[in-house]
């Protein structure tokens, strides 16, 4: 089955700077990923999404990236802000219609 | 507020205990799901309906779980004989069928089992 890797310790930067969260699948190249952003005490909230066949997908100040290569997508905010301050949760689809969620990188930034 | 709606937001129970969620979805949504969430896990993957019927079970789902979608509306997430591993976060999520399709989550049903 598929298992998503996100880098569980928490992610520390200062306000301006550009957030760089990383999530990597160990089995078979998904045919899309997703980011979800998650406060605490709150479900986890889409933002975006890249298909297989994308190299880069962006929104505003965000920005995902998908390298079948390496099994990997990057997530980056840049001009980060307190307020982007939550858990980033990146999800896959497996067997199904199920989604198979990474256990989350906390970011913090500081002003 | 049209968003993914779950009652009650806490419940504390004693150990052995039986215990029920509600989900209300969004309405126009054929697709519900339900996951589990532990402090600093991700959440996982539970149960599915598609309309009325229970499409996929997690084999994490064990018998003293169970989740009905009578009317392919509102769902409910039944915990029998609760035990202390069952204390989690319990989100349920809704979708409308699509290649692609994302989930909206609701704010989940904190479960402390005593």
């Known amino acids: 089955s598929q298992k998503i890797e996100q880098n569980s310790e928490a992610l520390n930067i200062q306000e301006g700077k550009t957030a760089t969260l990383t999530c990597n699948y160990t089995n078979y190249s998904p045919a899309y990923l997703q980011w979800y952003r998650q406060d605490p005490g709150r479900g986890p909230v889409f933002l975006l999404l890249?298909?297989?066949?994308?190299k880069e997908k962006r929104k505003e100040r965000l920005k995902v990236t998908f390298d079948t290569t390496l099994k990997q997508s990057l997530f980056h905010i840049t001009a980060s802000q307190p307020a982007d301050s939550a858990t980033y949760l990146c999800a896959s689809p497996g067997k199904g219609n199920m989604l198979t969620f990474g256990g989350g990188t906390r970011l913090m930034v500081k002003p | 507020d049209t968003g993914v709606s779950q009652d009650p937001r806490h419940k504390i129970t004693k150990r052995g205990q039986n215990v029920t969620f509600r989900c209300d979805p969004i309405?126009?949504?054929?697709?519900l799901y339900w996951y589990r969430q532990t402090l600093g896990q991700g959440p996982e993957f539970l149960t599915y309906?598609?309309?009325?019927?229970?499409?996929?079970k997690s084999r994490l789902l064990s018998d003293r779980f169970s989740a009905e979608r009578p009317k392919g509306s509102f769902s409910t997430l039944e915990i029998q004989r609760t035990e202390q591993g069952d204390s989690a976060m319990y989100l349920c999520?809704?979708?409308?069928?699509?290649?692609?399709?994302?989930?909206?989550f609701g704010s989940g049903t904190q479960l402390s089992v005593l």
């Open positions: 999520a809704s979708s409308y069928q699509g290649l692609n399709e994302k989930l909206f």
């Open positions: 309405s126009e949504h054929n697709r």
């Open positions: 890249i298909r297989e066949n994308e």
């Open positions: 309906f598609q309309n009325e019927a229970q499409l996929e």
